[in-house]
Antibody, heavy 119, light 108 residues
Framework: QVQLQESGPGLVKPSQTLSLTCTVSGGSISTGSYYWSWIRQPAGKGLEWIGRIHASGSPDYNPSLKSRLTISVDTSKNQFSLRLSSVTAADTAVYYC???????????WGQGTLVTVSS | DIQMTQSPSSLSASVGDRITITCQASQDINNYLNWYQQKPGKAPKLLIYDASNLETGVPSRFSGSGSGTDFTFTISSLQPEDIATYYCQQYDYLPLLTFGGGTKVEIK
């Protein structure tokens, strides 16, 4: 059973960089044709796809965040990561990592981690 | 940009009722649509993929249909454990995944 777990600071100051890591267990991040994705959800609001990465490929980003976003993968640690620069209060949200089946369906999710942007 | 519009935004129904949620895409997305269930404080869970295919382990009271721009999600007999927010998600314009605004389902 694949499991994903987000980790990282819960509080980030405005203008700084938000950094999160997703650790995958129960399977190799390099196996198969899976992509690995980040999604976020502001409190009381809907879901926003942030971006994705394949173990062997380049990342894809939501155009609305692309200028501030870096997604990377570390296959040796079975992890992938998110860095979002120049954050504002609008970036406050629960951040989820998820496995993407066939590039299309998010079939396994982490529990989510709340990141608050505040001074 | 493709937009996904769900309706209603919320509904209240009795246990045993049949409920239907609609999702409309701003452009033709073939059948490239998934449905998720999100319970309070939890991550979303994939219920239906490719518009009408039930994910393994999901009860058969859940179903989906549609293609093109208009899609429907149905719970044939609402159960107390179905209280959640439901989201549609398109994947016709990969890599971008776009979600609908969600439908909150409550028990009357």
């Amino acid at each position: 059973q694949v499991q994903l777990q987000e980790s990282g600071p819960g509080l980030v100051k405005p203008s700084q960089t938000l950094s999160l890591t997703c650790t995958v267990s129960g399977g190799s991040i390099s196996t198969g044709s899976y992509y690995w994705s980040w999604i976020r959800q502001p409190a009381g609001k809907g879901l926003e796809w942030i971006g994705r990465i394949h173990a062997s490929g380049s990342p894809d980003y939501n155009p609305s965040l692309k200028s501030r976003l870096t997604i990377s993968v570390d296959t040796s640690k079975n992890q992938f990561s998110l860095r979002l620069s120049s954050v504002t209060a609008a970036d406050t949200a629960v951040y989820y990592c998820a496995r993407v089946l066939g590039g299309a369906a998010l079939d396994y999710w982490g529990q989510g981690t709340l990141v608050t942007v505040s001074s | 940009d493709i937009q996904m519009t769900q309706s209603p935004s919320s509904l209240s129904a009795s246990v045993g009722d049949r409920i239907t949620i609609t999702c409309q895409a701003s452009q033709d997305i073939n059948n490239y649509l998934n449905w998720y269930q999100q319970k309070p404080g939890k991550a979303p869970k994939l219920l239906i993929y490719d518009a009408s295919n039930l994910e393994t382990g999901v009860p058969s009271r859940f179903s989906g249909s549609g293609s093109g721009t208009d899609f429907t999600f149905t719970i044939s007999s609402l159960q107390p454990e179905d209280i959640a927010t439901y989201y549609c998600q398109q994947y016709d314009y990969l890599p971008l995944l776009t979600f609908g605004g969600g439908t909150k389902v409550e028990i009357k």
